[in-house]
């Protein structure tokens, strides 16, 4: 199994997907979707675009790995391979950032008036 990565309509769509051959024929089948994001740098940088991001990814994996599709380590494997292209965001984080968005806009206010 492994993943590939769709574009659909501004968004990054991560997939999980495996081989098969039919025929003699390579083919790859949707084991299922698992999560997407903005296709675009900031959405990719920002803590809280990710963490939603890996929110809903791990309930999908949950979902594929309790109907038998992904055991633990094909699980790691997974999360290592989509981590490369979006990185984990903690809560902390976005606690973080949240707060320096705070900080930045009472600046803003502070100037504006």
Same mark, same amino acid.
């Given at each position: 199994m492994?993943?590939?990565w769709?574009?659909?309509k501004g968004r990054?769509? %991560?997939?999980?997907?495996?081989s098969a051959?039919?025929? @003699? /024929?390579p083919?790859?089948e +949707?084991? @299922?979707?698992?999560? !997407? +994001?903005?296709d ?9 675009y ?5 929110? !809903?990814?791990?309930? #999908?994996?949950?979902?594929? /790995? $309790?109907? @038998?599709?992904? *055991?633990? @380590?094909?699980?790691q494997?997974? =999360? *290592?391979?989509i981590?490369?292209?979006?990185r984990? %965001?903690?809560r902390?984080?976005?606690? =973080?950032a949240?707060? =320096? #968005? &705070?900080?930045?806009? &009472?600046?803003? $206010?502070n =100037? !504006? %008036?």
């Amino acid at each position: 199994m492994f993943v590939r990565w769709n574009r659909v309509k501004g968004r990054l769509c %991560a997939v999980l997907v495996r081989s098969a051959r039919v025929n @003699g /024929q390579p083919r790859q089948e +949707i084991v @299922g979707y698992l999560a !997407s +994001i903005y296709d675009t740098q900031y959405a990719i940088e920002l803590p809280e675009y990710r963490y939603k991001f890996w929110v !809903s990814l791990c309930e #999908h994996l949950d979902r594929l /790995q $309790m109907q @038998g599709f992904l *055991d633990a @380590g094909t699980r790691q494997a997974v =999360e *290592d391979r989509i981590a490369r292209t979006v990185r984990p %965001a903690t809560r902390e984080d976005v606690e =973080e950032a949240a707060t =320096e #968005h &705070a900080r930045i806009r &009472a600046e803003m $206010m502070n =100037e !504006s %008036a």
